[in-house]
């Protein structure tokens, strides 16, 4: 399927696991995001990619752990999980022009306990 | 510090009437915006968007306004309608020697009643 997906939907893990979700887009849109979703605090973003092999961090970067190795995938790794970290996870792709619309996945609701 | 602030969390309108969302940010290096919509368990959607070299954009009932000297745009939406109660964020685009960072803010839950 064309576009942007996001797995699972749905996670429940303990606190102290490691959690990975995956992000997948068709496009090949340079750029790539992780946002999380609180009440509060909007969107907030967790880490970037402007190309395969190049991350950075975003506002709120703690406790997390991306990697690029190709141009399509994004995964983003909580090492430890914690129970702040419950949240709403949406991934996005941007194309290499830059100001333009993002596209977003479906989201990922993460439950620690 | 957020960059991108939306001061009203929530904001109830009357079908038919106006509806104005706000946003405020602080980075002048900040040089593309754009409003996005989000239906609960789905990702959000771009509605809008403009540039800081203009000061208003319209696309059919959406018009957004950006004040640079002030850090600030808005959204209308005239006339209101059911449908267009969702959760409302404006996001910027600060591109810094020729990458593209995409910031959101708070959103304003918008609620139209019929």
Same mark, same amino acid.
């Given at each position: 399927d064309a576009g942007i997906t996001q797995s699972p939907r749905y996670k429940i893990t303990e606190t102290?696991?490691?959690v990975t979700l995956m992000c997948h887009q068709t496009?090949?849109?340079s750029y790539m995001f992780w946002y999380r979703q609180d009440l509060g605090h909007g969107l907030r973003l967790i880490y970037y990619s402007a190309a395969a092999?190049? @991350?950075d961090k975003g506002e709120v970067p703690d406790g997390y752990v991306v990697s690029r190795s190709k @141009?399509?995938? %994004?995964?983003l790794t909580l090492e430890s999980a914690t129970r702040s970290q419950t949240s709403?996870? %949406?991934c996005a792709s941007l194309p290499d022009r830059g100001n333009t619309e993002a %596209? %977003?996945?479906q989201g990922t609701r993460l439950t620690v306990v | 510090d957020q960059q991108v602030k939306q001061n009203s969390?929530?904001?109830s309108v009357q079908e038919g009437r106006i509806s104005i969302l706000n946003c405020d940010y602080t980075n002048s290096?900040?040089?593309y915006f754009l409003w996005y919509k989000k239906y609960p368990a789905e990702g959000p959607t771009f509605l809008i968007s403009i540039s800081s070299i203009k000061d208003k954009n319209e696309d059919g009932r959406f018009t957004v306004f950006l004040n640079k000297s002030a850090k600030h745009l808005s959204l209308h939406i005239v006339p209101s309608q059911p449908g267009d109660s969702a959760v409302y964020f404006c996001a910027a685009i600060e591109n810094r020697s020729g990458t593209y960072k995409y910031i959101f803010g708070t959103g304003t839950r918008l609620k139209v009643l019929a």
């Open positions: 102290g696991r490691q496009w090949s849109h092999d190049i @991350t @141009t399509e995938n %994004f995964p709403v996870y %949406f %596209f %977003f996945g | 969390p929530s904001l290096m900040f040089d």
